[in-house]
């Protein structure tokens, strides 16, 4: 707490109030600017992903469109046709008088060429459709080297189902095979090769279809030749509608390839990208990494080719300018609470400054009377509150002075009326005896009961004069049992000792009472009075009386119980009242002030008490008194 604010004054409300609002808005803005940042910097990135990502998926299209610019050149070469022109004419090319083997050989110096640069190329092969797809040109990449075939272990492939699919393609379409192991004479070879194959149909003069060229490529070294054309700082990965993929992440270098039919660990979900209702481009989040994902056709081709390329991108990285961004919200936000705070506590201590010096000025003048000096000659709200307060306190002294008088002639009145009403009532009295001294012998019977009744009344007027008088006094009951504390044992043995019951009657007390410091009165009238209400109000020679006690925070609570007749509901607000009772006073002797002298010093000491009851079913006073006992 800083030096001259207390809890709860106006100048600490201030404070709070406007580092309250300056807090709120501070988290409000910067909130509200950091996920906007956040917003346009993953709309740029995924924009800026997405042109990256398509550039390179182009490259590895590329690579698929070399294969088809290499088997049409091949296809063009003038080895092929010559050969088909020299297989109609027993063996030799009427155009250029080059025999079949002479242009078989050049062929295969031109596969042999192309192996040699195209470092991915493993088999380049000329295939005639006769003889059950003989091979009529082979060339083979091995590890030793190019190796020209002989035309003696040269193979029929019209079994094979590239073969069949090529051939049946129109004039002019590449056919792309799946990727699958590479196979000669009907087997795997070993090791085991993923390969694709690319073949185109051709024809001869007439139109007739001869043969295939057919380039075979190692599938993993096709990709790995183009993840080198592609930057190394993305995590890229490539995989095609089989399922087959490639993956590079940045510093850990190319992971090998992953065969659709011998996987080594699960593929990505790219793979549920292809097939039909799937969008070309897509965008995938998870809680730490964003991808984008391109999905491209294998063009022109009959066939359902298609490749797709995801780069992945750590979100971590991507949002590291919305957290720079949201750092110096917070920095900027924390200066202006501080600045926020200084100012309130500057503008503050001015506002409430001479609202404290009135403040002081009222504590001090407690309880002394005429105007206070406040600064009444301000044309504010200080000066209109201070004028108002003088007024105020105007008319609360003169309401004081009012209430004193108007206390002092009631209790004149009340003692005067007192005595000089009981002056009569007792004359009435003393006749009432004369007059039956006077009869002597002649007092009859009737006589008698009527003197007796009549003098009963008197004694019922004296009793109702004297609890008037009580009931006007209470507020000026002040003498040293109202200062004396004893224990509530104390209390209750004491009212049990004042209390005249029948001998069938019993009072039960709860040992709560045995650790209650209570002031003797004017707990001990009210007691009384409501015990000798219930003991009065039996319809039952014998009876019980309980009295409770309990504690809460602030409050004793207090209940007197008894198993006599009940009150109904709609009297339980008038037997509180003055001169009301349930039962006529022939029956039942008293003034009918008992509660209401009850309620009223209850209330005058800050508790309340309420009756529960049901009529046939016994009473219940339960009422609270303030653990600090002071008057209201």
Known sequence: MLVGLEPRTLR???????????????????????LRLRQVIVESAIEALAGETRLVALKFTAAYEGLQADVR???????????????????????????????????????????????????????????????????????????????????RKAGEPYFSAAVALPPGRVYYSDVTYNREQGQIVLPKVPTIRVALAVYDEQGREFGLIVINADYASLLE???????????VTVINSAGDYMRRKPGAGLEPLEFHENYSRPPPVFQNYFGPGEQAEQEYHTDDDLYYFVRLGISPSETAHEIGTAIRVPLAALLAPAYVGLRETVVIGTVLVAISLLAAFAFGTLLTRRLAQMTETIRGADGASGRLELPEGENDEIGELSRAFNRLLSEREKLIDKLVRSNGELEEFAHVAAHDLKAPLRVIDNASKWIEEDLGDDLTEEITENMGLLRGRVQRMERLLDDLLDYARINRLDDER??????????????????NLPEAFRIEVSPAFDHLQLHRMPLQQIFLNLVS????????????????????????????????????PAYHETVFKMFQT???RDQVEGSGMGLAVVKKHIELFGGTIRVHS???AGTTFRFTWPKRQERH
């Open 12 to 34: 600490v409300k201030l404070l709070l109030l406007i580092c309250l609002v300056t807090l709120f808005g501070t988290v409000t803005i910067g909130a509200a600017g950091y």
């Open 73 to 155: 050149l091949l296809a063009h070469t003038p080895p092929v046709p010559g050969m088909i022109r020299a297989s109609r004419f027993g063996g030799v090319d009427r155009d250029s008088g080059s025999t079949e083997q002479q242009w078989r050989q050049r062929l295969e110096t031109i596969f042999t060429g192309l192996l040699e640069l195209r470092p991915a190329y493993t088999q380049a092969r000329y295939i005639g459709l006769a003889d059950g797809g003989r091979e009529l040109v082979r060339v083979n990449k091995t590890a030793k080297g190019i190796e020209v075939v002989s035309r003696d272990d040269y193979q």
């Open 225 to 235: 030749e183009t993840f080198d054309q592609v930057p190394s700082n993305r995590e």
């Open 482 to 499: 109202y200062h004396e504390k004893i224990s509530g044992e104390t209390l209750m043995r004491d009212v049990t000792a004042l209390l």
């Open 533 to 568: 209400n219930a003991v009065k109000h039996h319809d039952k020679q014998q009876g019980t009386v309980s009295i409770g006690a309990e504690e809460t925070a602030s409050f004793f609570v207090f209940t007197v119980s008894d198993d006599g007749p009940g009150i109904a």
């Open 582 to 584: 349930l039962r006529p």
């Open 614 to 616: 049901e009529e046939g």
